[in-house]
């Protein structure tokens, strides 16, 4: 078994549209578990 656990953090006005292509490119396998806003 293979565990990765890491987290991305994107520029506020970036982070809307990196977030989606994470997401789109994992094929909705696996749930978003943050914004990535570095203001958060």
């Not at 293979?2 to 749930?31: M, N, Q, W």
């Amino acid at each position: 078994m293979v565990i990765d656990f890491h987290t991305h953090a994107f520029p506020d006005s970036l982070a809307p549209r990196a977030i989606a292509g994470l997401a789109e490119s994992a094929g909705g396998k696996y749930p978003l578990a943050t914004t990535a806003l570095l203001a958060a």
